[in-house]
T-cell receptor, first 116, second 114 residues
């Protein structure tokens, strides 16, 4: 059983650029959630994908967008980067939703984005 | 809206001493509750979870937590702390069933001194 893997692990961008972060979910998991963790803060929910459709979104602007692929891997795209987007971006996979949803998340090690 | 409060930003304990990390939540019904641990530069690892039933739950690495509905609390405890427990600890809450937004607290950083 493979865990959640994310790439790249670190990257540096400048303001106004665009970035794509990637995530492979744990084997057998069909749900992927993305979180932003700023320095010294807890993770903040960005959005969740279930079977290739967005299943919920946190308080993030539309320039944060995502995709989920048929193999349940996922991408997070951020356009028009701002300095405040500098953070650790965490991907978490889980199984199912509804009554079978336990809310238990399995996290990758994150992608650390620095915006200059 | 659901929320989680971890009142202690930073806690220092001696190795071998007992530990209690506080967590209070705000939610209309009984949510699912979690404690996660994050080592520096790493993702989060689940320590334990509460869904229903026995209010004292056991987790990995010798941790336990007690759900107290009357106090809206879910405090994390360990009888004897090891140096390897130094990390940041996050309490989290999600509604039972359905939409899976998990809300995290701001974390408590644990320092262990010899």
């Amino acid at each position: 059983e493979t865990g959640v893997t994310q790439s790249p692990t670190h990257l540096i961008k400048t303001r106004g650029q665009q970035v794509t972060l990637r995530c492979s979910s744990q084997s057998g998991h069909n749900t992927v959630s993305w979180y932003q963790q700023a320095l010294g803060q807890g993770p903040q929910f960005i959005f969740q994908y279930y079977r290739e459709e967005e299943n919920g979104r946190g308080n993030f602007p539309p320039r944060f967008s995502g995709l989920q692929f048929p193999n349940y891997s996922s991408e997070l795209n951020v356009n028009a980067l701002e300095l405040d987007d500098s953070a650790l971006y965490l991907c978490a996979s889980s199984l199912g939703r509804g009554l079978r949803n336990t809310g238990e998340l399995f996290f990758g090690e994150g992608s650390r984005l620095t915006v200059l | 809206a659901q929320s989680v409060t971890q009142p202690d930003i930073h806690i220092t304990v001696s190795e071998g001493a007992s530990l209690e990390l506080r967590c209070n939540y705000s939610y209309g019904a009984t949510p699912y509750l979690f404690w996660y641990v994050q080592s520096p530069g790493q993702g989060l690892q689940l320590l334990l979870k509460y869904f229903s039933g026995d209010t004292l739950v056991q987790g990995i690495k010798g941790f336990e937590a007690e759900f107290k509905r009357s106090q809206s609390s879910f405090n994390l405890r360990k009888p004897s702390v090891h140096w390897s427990d130094a990390a940041e600890y996050f309490c989290a809450v999600t509604p039972s069933g359905g939409y899976q937004k998990v809300t995290f607290g701001t974390g408590t950083k644990l320092q262990v001194i010899p």
